[in-house]
């Protein structure tokens, strides 16, 4: 069974917006859904989303979380609110969020440390670094993304499950995606990068899925990667048309 990780972003409006995708979704998911379906709503909907949650047999998490514990951070989410508040997934690493907060290799590592401290299953997405010019297979910028944020949280990673979105920067809301072969190459290669810098004995379990202009076109041939667990969608998971043919 896929993992369809939809990322609303700063999306809908409304909570009648939001009533009218849910009211898609829970048309087109039940209790052995056909696919598993985590979603990152605006932290303002989140309690919203609690309240129809049995009918969307769906998990729900943050597009963003602090890389402190808590404190006079304005405007932050912490992780134990998070967790506190029933939510189990965290994303972390955005390349939006690097765009526009900035934020640095270290930022997104102490973010890691974070949501794995407060049991949140964190998606980390790696990509940012990716040629915007060139959709050839960069290992070399994944690596280093990979190892500058998952070597300071080897220990706190052993025995948790983390899902890594393998998100080129230039496929993101372009329309474009890479070819099925260096999806595959570069997902086995996340998989086997993190399991190389962590210990045999951590026994952590990784998830790469996909993100980048996936829609109702592709999904099908994109979910015939063996190697790819499943998608991270904005634009399209907040599209009515395109929602049921997402969850197929
Ligand atoms: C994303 O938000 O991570 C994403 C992949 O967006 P889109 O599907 O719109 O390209």
Known sequence: ????????????????????????IAGNTNSVG????????PSIY????????????????????????SGAYTGQLSAEMIYNLGLQYALIGHSETHKYQQYTSQDISQKLNQALMHNLIPILCVG????????EVNTDSIKR???????PNKELLSGKH??????????????????LESIETMSIFIKRM?????TPESQTTVAVV???????????????????????????????????????
């Open 210 to 248: 996909y993100g980048g202009s996936v829609n109702k076109d592709n999904i099908q041939e994109l979910s015939s990667i063996p190697s790819v667990s499943g998608f991270l969608i904005g634009g399209a998971s907040l599209d009515r048309e395109q929602i049921p043919i997402l969850l197929g």
């Open 145 to 151: 993304e990979l190892y500058d944020i998952i070597t």
């Open 1 to 24: 069974m896929k993992t369809i990780i939809c990322n609303w972003k700063m999306n809908p409006g409304s909570v009648e917006e939001v009533d009218k995708i849910i009211d898609i």
């Open 46 to 69: 989140i309690s919203h989303l609690q309240e129809q949650q049995s009918q969307l047999f769906a998990s729900l998490g943050v597009q963003d979380i602090s890389s402190q514990a």
């Open 34 to 41: 056909r696919a598993e379906l985590i979603i990152l709503p």
């Open 162 to 179: 983390i899902i890594v979105a393998y998100e080129p920067i230039w496929a993101i809301g372009t329309g474009k995606i890479p070819s």
């Open 128 to 135: 940012y670094e990716e040629n915007p010019n060139s959709d």
């Open 194 to 198: 993190i399991l190389d810098i962590l």
